[in-house]
């Protein structure tokens, strides 16, 4: 098996310990060649999302020869599970330099990385969660109640409804076209927002109107105060007069 030989391959790994809490991006370095392990100190990790390539998450367990995992041919990352551990492999696929988004889930909270590649040996990314730890000091549950794998679904089918303008019927959709403020170099106008499942969705459109490319980081868009729980962006370096979409997902009431 592909996955077995991989993880023989590469039996030292190093270490990134990223602080992190439900609901904010974290920034991590995956290699660009290896296998990068990602684990959430003290609690298994039960769900993954993002631009998956190929993934043996779905395979059933006990299966002496699983099927070959199905293939997204626009996918970012090649994700590889171990369920005994909770843990998972990950490995960018393709020459694109941008960073990629993975919301990675645990039975009390769900974090949102922004992956930038690197040449460099295979590492391993642990997620620490100081919120979770203090929590649990003074016995009160660690995390928002609710943030569950339940809750990292609820964000994939609403981010991928606002991508892909397939909107389910408990979804309400308002057309807005309000421009907001943002930077002197840009403009960013609030295109559509979405409602339902207790979240409430942004679709803006901005556009760099500087005579420079612009960098974006989906970090300029996460404002604790707003209740953000992930951000979405599709093209993170603009030239002059060049726009992208930029998906910006709140808790609801």
Not at 81 to 106: H, M, Q, W
Request: negative net charge; hydrophobic residues 40%.
């Amino acid at each position: 098996m592909w996955a077995a030989a991989l993880l023989a391959s590469t039996p030292a790994f190093a270490l990134q310990t990223i602080d992190a809490r439900d609901g904010v991006s974290v920034e991590a370095i995956i290699s660009t060649r290896e296998p990068t392990r990602i684990r959430i100190e003290g609690a298994p990790i039960s769900d993954i999302f993002g631009n998956i390539y190929s993934s043996n998450c779905a395979a059933a367990s006990g299966t002496a020869t699983p099927a070959a995992p199905a293939v997204n041919s626009s996918g970012e990352i090649v994700l590889e599970c171990d369920r005994d551990k909770g843990e998972v492999y990950v490995r960018p696929v393709g020459t694109a330099s941008k960073p990629i988004n993975l919301f990675v889930s645990s039975a009390n909270a769900t974090y949102t990385l922004l992956l930038r590649q690197s040449d460099m040996p295979a590492d391993t990314i642990v997620i620490r969660d100081k919120t979770a730890r203090l929590a649990r000091v003074d016995g009160t549950p660690p995390g928002p109640a609710g943030r569950s794998s339940s809750h990292i679904r609820s964000l994939k089918s609403l981010l991928i409804a606002m991508a892909s303008d397939r909107v389910p019927t408990d979804v309400r959709v308002d057309e807005v076209h309000q421009p907001r403020a943002l930077w002197a170099e840009a403009t960013f106008t609030l295109m559509r927002l979405y409602a339902g499942r207790g979240l409430i969705g942004e679709k803006y459109q901005l556009t760099n109107v500087s005579m420079a490319p612009m960098v974006l980081a989906e970090q300029e868009f996460d404002r604790e105060e707003g209740n953000v729980l992930a951000v979405s962006i599709e093209n993170l370096n603009l030239r002059p007069g060049e726009s992208t979409t930029v998906y910006v997902i709140r808790a609801g009431s």
